[in-house]
Antibody, heavy 122, light 106 residues
Framework: QPQLQESGPGLVKPSETLSLTCTVSGASVNSNDYYWGWVRQPPGQTLEWIGSVYYSGSTNSQPSLRGRVTVSLDTSNNQFFLRLTSMTAADTAVYYC??????????????WGQGTLVTVSS | DIQMTQSPSTMSASVGDTVTITCRASQSIDWWLAWYQQKPGKAPKLLIQKASSLEDGVPSRFSGRGSGTEFTLTISSLQPDDFATYYCQKYNAYPWTFGQGTRVEI
């Protein structure tokens, strides 16, 4: 069973940039069988899809975050990344990385990291 | 963007009950709907995809139905481990959207 582990700062100042890493074991980010993504959940609220990246490097991202969000891959280290600029208190959330199966269709995320809480505060 | 509306937002139930959660899409999403279970402090767990396809290892008391704009998740003979929050998610096209969640409590 593959495992995903998020890492990054737990505290970010307003206006700064958040950079999170998801380290993958038991699966290859370079495989054309999978795609990778980020989902966040503000405290007490529902889940919000942030963005997805495919083995080719192509990406899709949440329109409400477009211009602020970058999702990318590092095949040499079997990792993928989230970069979110101009952070505000509204971006305080648990951030999850996740994997989905990609074939004839793009399936929903079936493997998730444990999540990491990111708080935006000065 | 397509909006996903779940109901109810909270439901009280007892062990052994059968519960049904509804998820409505603002436009047709065919059968591109997933259901997740989430427990406090944990990541979501995928239960069902393609509206009715149960994931490996998910107990058969979970079932999903529907297509187009209206979908249901039914849990038959509720077990203590089933008390959690359930989310629907559409994935017919980006952006993906989750429902607001249904908390199943004792």
């Amino acid at each position: 069973q593959p495992q995903l582990q998020e890492s990054g700062p737990g505290l970010v100042k307003p206006s700064e940039t958040l950079s999170l890493t998801c380290t993958v074991s038991g699966a290859s980010v370079n495989s054309n069988d999978y795609y990778w993504g980020w989902v966040r959940q503000p405290p007490g609220q529902t889940l919000e899809w942030i963005g997805s990246v495919y083995y080719s490097g192509s990406t899709n991202s949440q329109p409400s975050l477009r211009g602020r969000v970058t999702v990318s891959l590092d095949t040499s280290n079997n990792q993928f990344f989230l970069r979110l600029t101009s952070m505000t208190a509204a971006d305080t959330a648990v951030y999850y990385c996740a994997r989905g199966n990609f074939g004839r269709t793009t399936d929903p995320f079936d493997v998730w990291g444990q999540g990491t809480l990111v708080t935006v505060s000065s | 963007d397509i909006q996903m509306t779940q109901s109810p937002s909270t439901m009280s139930a007892s062990v052994g009950d059968t519960v049904t959660i509804t998820c409505r899409a603002s436009q047709s999403i065919d059968w591109w709907l997933a259901w997740y279970q989430q427990k406090p402090g944990k990541a979501p767990k995928l239960l069902i995809q393609k509206a009715s396809s149960l994931e490996d290892g998910v107990p058969s008391r979970f079932s999903g139905r529907g297509s187009g704009t209206e979908f249901t998740l039914t849990i038959s003979s509720l077990q203590p481990d089933d008390f959690a929050t359930y989310y629907c998610q559409k994935y017919n096209a980006y952006p993906w959207t989750f429902g607001q969640g249904t908390r199943v409590e004792i």
